[in-house]
């Protein structure tokens, strides 16, 4: 078997200092290989006497299972195994957050493309036509599509229909503004659409366990989910995150690993499974659809006074994170304002759709989308500037969420909306023929250049970092240090928030060693829990550096004892230990010269608490990080076509600890952004989706991606954080699409209530 995930050595730094230390940029150890192609990537494995698995997927949203007859499948030539729900433990049902997802379907299939059956082959091409081969009787069921009729629909599952209900309350409900905006707002079904095949490899082991190859991003939790879904204790089952080609959400879903390590386990071979791009939109979860009503009370000068909402996430077949997207949508209900009186009831609601599931600033776009919307509206109607009336209503350091939690963290949002306005504006576009590529539409695509309006919009978000309600978030790392290089042992994946090279810098900065080695992942190391919501910034780099510290006071120590003075006398920099007199100046290979050193240590931030079921209160997030953001874009108001030309990002990041990182996933996070503006809907009919592919489903390429600038990167240190610093990739993904819509709003003077926004939405009759 081959599998490469060693990292290579660190790389050169490229920024002009050749420094490689916290706030400095150096080059990404993944950087190079995979911009060559030659990175290998999980769907790249390879082992001896190896077989393949292929899946079988209902063709209904929504069926009773009657039979299923394998027999046609296990008659074709080359085929090792079949396996359905009836090869799994009682009871064996399993999914990411919430265990009411069925690895195989048994009785009933609740959304298209839920897997029933698995095969394993010795050719990729005989397991399809095997698993085609299965014949399953179904007894079809009208589908429940429809959120809002999932409330008086017959149950789709034990556990009915409601997935959560959260009311919030506080303030005066009776209290009014002399001035009153309504809205009705609509998300559509953002697909992650993951680049990089969906793939993994089982392989059996002596002791009758099971070896996974995956790009997790949470080996531990997919370890233990898969190892209850066998029947096995957790230490027969290890998993080695192999190949992760970047992740803006869970990679694959729990039916995926099990089936696969199933096929392993019933054939006694290491089996490979490679999704289909249709199997893959089938298979893993989207955004949550979200139907938003608003009320925004304010007073005459534009201060809020009151704000009424009714939240509805789809959250599809299964529970999956629903709830949790839910808490962050309440919470987040009003935005980075204050207001003292604020009533929401929002509810997540189980449907024969695709599931829903986590993506970046799950339940905090939807509501970005919608109270951005409103402040517009109110902007307008006081006939005041969009960040004029933002500014009136900015939460500041210390101001309470509407969950009655005090903003303890820094809430720099004025700052960020004045660096926007200080940003020069892009130039207008050029009267010249042979720029029509400029215009919306492209060349030819454009109607009369006179028909093209320009609109700048500006939006600010926010979104929890880490874990919320009571989640214990939790990590461990070793640092070892031997002669002149360090190894960093710690199951965090590096999903391209730069975990790794982070890691690097850390034990840069603390210990002085310039060669650092990023031990591969898997799930015989100690928990570091999954890459979601910035946390490996925060918990991971947090214990990485705990641990480089320790080791770092063993290196020191002797050094401190021989000169008569205390370890916190001695610095490291520049791969030089100096002492506070300067007497005392030796090279940190000299002072690890035959010596082996290490420490492991554990970060775990402050606790939080549920929300009250009844209020919505509690201390439910262990903190906030924001963003503002000005789009510019240009709109032919006659064929509704929209060009971005511009998005000018401001954002809180605490500390900077890699410039040019951060900028990157800026960049990254706002192309995702502008694709749920313009393009990327999961259209279903009936519970179908209509474009599972890649033609079908419209991803923002570089000729849609507008030119991204970074006006401020704030650095006001969050100071019960590791290094101070915030998580940066979520927050611009959720305020990207408030911004592109109230840019488009501006240019058209139409309402622009949906997500995508439809050419028909930008036509000015």
Known sequence: MTSATELPAAAPADDETGSTGLGSSPLRTDALPKALGIYPYAADLWAEGLLWGAVLRSPHPHARIVSVDTSAALAVPGVHAVV????????????????????????????????????????????????????????????????????????????????????????????????????????????????????????????????????????????????????????????VVTGVPGADTDREDLSFQVTLALLALRTGRPVKMTLTRAESFQAHATRHPALLRYRHHADAEGKLVKVEAQILLDGGAYADVSAEALAAAVAFSVGPYTCPNVFVDAWAVRTNNPPAGRMRGEGALQTCFAYESQLD??????????????????????????????????????????????????????????????????????????????????????????????????STATVRVSGDHATVICAAVDAGQGFATLARQIVQSVLGVSEVYIAPVDSDQSAAGPAARGRHTWVSGGAVERAALMVRHQMLQPIAADFGMSVELLTISDGKITSYDGVLGMPVSQALEGRELWATAQCRPHPTEPLDPETGQGDAFVSIAFCAMRAVVDVDIELGAVRVVDVTVAQDVGRALNPRQIENRIEGAVAQGVGLALLENLRTEHGIPLNASLTGYRLPTALDTPDIRIAALLEERDVVAPFGAKAVSAAPAVVAPAAVAAAVRAATGLPVGRLPILPEDAILA
């Open 84 to 239: 359905t729900a009836a090869d799994l433990p009682a009871g064996a049902d399993g999914a990411p957050v919430v265990a009411d997802r069925p690895v195989l379907a048994s009785a009933v299939v609740r959304h298209h493309g839920e897997a029933v059956a698995a095969v394993a082959a010795d050719h990729p091409d005989t397991a399809r036509l095997a698993a085609a081969a299965i014949l399953v009787e179904y007894e079809v069921l009208e589908p429940v599509t429809d959120p809002e009729a999932a409330f008086h629909a017959p149950p789709l599952h034990p556990d009915g229909n409601l997935l959560r209900h959260l009311p919030l309350r506080t303030g005066d409900p009776d209290a009014v503004g002399e001035i009153v905006v309504e809205g009705l707002y609509q998300v559509g079904r953002q697909d992650p659409a993951p680049i990089g095949a969906e793939a993994g490899l089982a392989v059996p082991r002596p002791d009758g366990g099971v070896e996974l190859h995956l790009s997790s991003t949470d080996p531990h939790g997919d370890r233990d989910r898969t190892a209850a879904c066998l029947g096995l204790e957790p230490d027969r089952v290890r998993l």
């Open 377 to 474: 509206q109110l902007a307008k109607q006081l006939g005041v500037d969009p960040v004029e009336i933002r500014r009136r209503n900015a939460m500041s350091t210390g101001d309470p969420l509407p969950t009655g939690q005090a903003v303890t963290c820094p809430a720099p949002v004025t700052a960020l909306l004045d660096a926007l306005a200080e940003s020069p504006l892009p130039a207008l576009p050029l009267d010249d023929p042979e720029a029509d590529w400029l215009l919306p539409g492209g060349p030819g695509g454009a109607g009369d250049p006179a028909a093209v309006r320009r609109g700048i919009g500006y939006a600010v978000g926010m979104v929890h970092m880490l874990g919320a309600e009571g989640e214990d978030e939790v």
